[in-house]
């Protein structure tokens, strides 16, 4: 993957193979640091498997027996000075459960990779995922995009479905608006 992109929608594709019902992507380029963090109410991962989360030879899918992802961001991360971190919580005494993941790459450097198509790689999420609530911040030098499904979700009602063209046309322009300094 030759995009930050393209590493958020398999992280998050991640999320929603784990059963999470709500996703949070924040993404902060401002400065001389990109963050990303990823954070969800999924079913988490033991301390094992979040330990074996840097071998390329680990997966929990059934479909291929490699998990190129996780490793490849690290690297990514690190070859800019950044780092990868990976908090989980499996089952606890409290009932709660979920995954973080927390990157930071640093902006400037030569090996750093391009962000990518982040509105597209929003919309192939909701329209994948439409009964999952995203919650999608990124801010960046000069502007600063919100989008909450949830929100979006109590305007439509339950008979709309955010995966409907119009609906997704219209998050497309929203979008896109923030992101050129419009209100969207």
């Not at 990823?38 to 899918?61: A, H, I």
């Not at 902006?107 to 999952?132: A, C, E, N, Y």
């Not at 955010?162 to 969207?184: F, T």
Request: hydrophobic fraction near 40%; proline fraction near 3%; include cysteine.
């Amino acid at each position: 993957m030759d995009e930050l992109s393209l590493y958020v929608l398999d992280i998050v594709m991640n999320s929603v193979r784990a059963g999470a019902k709500n996703i949070e992507i924040l993404i902060d380029e401002e400065g001389e640091w990109l963050t990303f963090s990823v954070k969800d109410d999924g079913c988490g991962m033991t301390e094992e498997q979040v330990k074996k989360l840097s071998d390329p030879f680990f997966t929990t899918r059934k479909t291929r027996k490699v998990g190129l992802g996780v490793p490849f961001l690290r690297m990514l991360a690190e070859m800019t000075g950044g780092f990868v971190e990976i908090k989980s919580v499996h089952e606890s005494v409290s009932g709660e459960h979920g995954t973080e993941l927390l990157a930071k790459f640093g902006r400037h450097h030569i090996d750093f990779i391009p962000v990518g198509d982040l509105t597209g790689t929003v919309m192939t999420l909701i329209q994948g995922s439409p009964d999952i609530d995203f919650v999608y911040r990124h801010r960046g030098d000069g502007f600063d995009v919100n989008l909450d499904t949830r929100e979006l979700k109590a305007v439509l009602g339950e008979d709309i479905s955010l995966a409907e063209p119009e609906v997704l046309a219209w998050i497309k322009d929203y979008l896109n608006g923030q992101y050129s300094g419009g209100e969207g």
